[in-house]
Structures are given as C-alpha cells and as structure tokens.
C-alpha cells in the first residue's frame, strides 16, 4: 500500500524580505523539515505587510494544498497584521483570546501585559493555539493553515509543535550523484533519455559556480525506493562511461 | 516633480528550492538591488520544475508589476524549462536562436555545441537576449519579463545587463534606528502612534533572537527624504526616552 502524497505551500509575509533587508532562512528550513517527514512543499510566496495582498496570497494557497504554513507578521507591533488578515481570509472574528493571555501570563506579570504585548493574544475565532517555547506568545492553526513567527528561532520551535497535527504521506526519496567537472552541455541528452526511461522519479541537475568554476550535481527524488535505485544507477553509470572511468577500469 | 513607482516580482524557477537543497540566495540580492536603482520589490514566488506552474505564475506577474525577473531553469538539461513556459504564457514560438547560437560559437567548436548545449539557444520569438559574461549562454527579455540564470553568480551578471533597459522611479530612503534590547512589548503601542502621525513612511519593527537574547531594529521607508527624516527623529526620541537616556542626560 504506496502512502499518498501530502503538499504544503509556505508563505512568507514582511516587507523586510521584500525589501533585501532581510535574507529569508525559513524557507529552506521549512522544505527540509516538512520534505523529511512526508510533506512536498510545492509552492513558495513573499507578500508585503499588506492586508489585502496576505488575504489574496492565504487564500489561494489553502484552496490548493493540504497545508499553508504562513511565517511573520505576529509580533506586538502595529505592523503585525497576519492575525487580522487571517481571519479575514476566513471570514471569522479576531479578538484577544484568553488561552493566549493566559499563557503570556507565564511569562510577564499583568502590569507588563501592555497593549501591545495583548495584541500577540489576538487570534482568530475557532483557531488552536501554537506552542512558542521561546516567547511564549503562540502562533496559531485555523483550518489547514498554520500561522508561525518569522524569526528563525522562534518559526522553528512552533514547527516542532505544529507538525504533531499534520499528515504525512510518502517521504520523498533524494539521490545525490556528483558529476563534478563533467559540463552539463555533455550529459544533457543521456540524461534526458535516462529520464524519459524513469518516469517514475523526477531528475534534476544542479550546477554551482565557484572560482571560475562550475561543480555539476544530479539529484533523483521519488518516492518508490526501487525506481530511485534504479534511476540513480543508471546516471552513476552515464557518468563514469563519459567521465572516462569506464574506459580506464 | 516626483519620480513614479517602478514595481517588480520576482520568480524563481526550481524544485530544488521548494526542496530545500538550494536555499535560494537571489531574492536578497535581487530585491536590495533594484531598490537601490528605484525599483520596488512586491512580491515574490517559487515554483517547480511544471510548465503548468510556471505559465501561470508568469502571467499573474507580468500582468500586475511593471517587471518579472525569473531566476532559473535555463540550462542545457531536460529540466530546464523556462523557455519554453515563457513562449508558452506570451503564446510566442520557441526556437533556436541564430543571435544566441553565435553568441555560444564565441565559446564553444562547432563540434561541441552539442544537442544540450543548443537548448540554451532556444528563445522565444520577439525575445532580446541578455549578456552573459560568465558561461556566455544567454537570458533573455520579452516583454516586461526577464529571464535570467538560477545560478547566483551568473544571475548577477545577467542583472547588471538586464536593468539597463528598465526604467526606475523613487528610490525608496531607508532609515534603521537600533532598539537594542527594548522590548517590542514597551514600545509597540508608542511606535503605532508614530506610525499614524507618519503616513507617509512605512515603519517596520524586526527583532531577531541569538544567544537567548531579543535584539530589535525599527525600520523607517519612504521616498520623501523629509517625511522620511521626520520619522526616524520622532523614533529616535521614543526610543531614547524608553531606554532611560532622555532622562539620564
């Protein structure tokens, strides 16, 4: 019995990455992370800190995949209007929730409860709290949509929590073959023919550049072991007959 | 006289950074670059290696911002797709280009230009090419799209050509105050009056969080240097009168 698949799409809301300011980490932490439990991230966004447009972005998003992680826009500032965009995505009522203040209760005395730091409790009618075991203030689940900080530290502790309430289907299976100096203007065409040949796995090659140099890598992924396995050996040995190695063993 | 706005997306084209196996590093680098020559960053998507998903995401962009940049899938390999999506979304033939075919000649023996190789001269109709000073293989531009490379160093290559027929507008003024470790909590209902007495900057709060500790930044952005200057002195004073400072000196 093959698991099915589960897909997630991820985005990222601030004006700060828009802007260069800020060199987006989550990204590529939530992909692996979600990648290796079972969940193929899809499709990726960045919208600015504007209602209309994370509204837009949310809901189109969450028609499409099984699951929406947002990251940002859920601090005590003015400029924190992710809660609000969300509900109105969802078309529900946003107030100060008192699960959230109680848990920020933990964590500052009631005098310190500034209206601001009471804004981090708005949350969306209907919606689960998100554990953040480092500010306590939470993120927050509605629906299929998963609403997490935008710093690093605090996304990657509400991730931990979050996944526990997620499906996971099949992992993606990911073969590395270093093709190191051979150009890809050499190998592109076997190695068309060895992907039309495995239909069932999807081959990508990656090339970096470096020193004046470019290092080439070819990477299998799929999800049935066999057709990965054999994939990958079919490019290992279109490699080593064009690097030569054939020939010189 | 005022400069208009110039507004851009970018697209970038990969399985491998909805993976997490690429983290993509030119977002950053695009979008702190046309903002430095006018050109505002608004938006931004990843999709896969799916002609599907790319058409449609070129067409939603193209529509809606003065410029689409797309990063990606322009190599000699059967997962290099973006031409081909590209002539599909402007409804363009796509063929081998005699401009780019003599461009690649510059580097490689006619014998070499192997079948691989000449799908880097695949171009649709209509499309100007884009200088490629690293690995000579050109982008290209057709319409408001520009089509780059997804490898860093020859996408920034390819850009210093690109932007010279964009147009620019305002350049957006950016003004960081430090916050230090003044908590967002204490001068977050502050910050939002500012914010309101200065509509016309943007004023963002990022914190970031190493070694335990919350380190925050209040940005201001804003293409009028005076409204601009205004607001980061009103910032400037509520955050030394929150510190202590106001009254310590």
Avoid: C, W
Avoid at 67 to 73: A, P, S, V
Avoid at 77 to 100: L, M
């Amino acid at each position: 019995m093959t698991k099915p698949t589960v897909t997630a799409a991820v985005l990222m809301i601030g004006d700060e990455i828009l802007s260069g300011r800020t060199k987006d980490r989550n990204l590529g932490y939530i992909a692996e992370y979600l990648g290796r439990i079972g969940i193929d991230v899809r499709e990726a966004r960045v919208v600015p800190d504007v209602e209309d447009e994370i509204v837009a972005a949310v809901n189109a998003l969450r028609a499409r995949y099984d699951y929406l992680i947002t990251t940002g826009g859920i601090g005590p500032t003015h400029d924190d209007i992710t809660a609000d965009s969300i509900g109105r995505a969802f078309g529900v009522a946003v107030g100060e929730d008192p699960r959230a203040i109680a848990i920020m209760l933990e964590r500052y005395a009631t005098a310190d409860l500034t209206p601001a730091r009471r804004r981090m409790a708005r949350i969306p009618e209907g919606a689960d709290l998100i554990e953040n075991p480092i500010s306590r203030a939470p993120g927050f689940r509605i629906g299929n949509v998963y609403v997490l900080a935008g710093v690093p530290a605090v996304m990657q502790a509400m991730l931990d929590f979050a996944v526990k309430s997620m499906k996971t289907g099949a992992v993606m299976l990911v073969e590395t073959i270093a093709a190191g100096s051979l150009p890809e203007g050499q190998y592109g065409e076997p190695l068309a023919a060895i992907a039309a040949a495995h239909p069932n796995v999807a081959i990508g090659s990656y090339p970096s550049f470096r020193d004046g140099r470019f290092n080439n890598q070819i990477v299998v992924r799929g999800k049935d072991a066999e057709a990965v396995a054999a994939a990958r050996r079919a490019v290992e040995a279109m490699v080593a007959e064009l690097s030569g190695d054939a020939v010189a063993r």
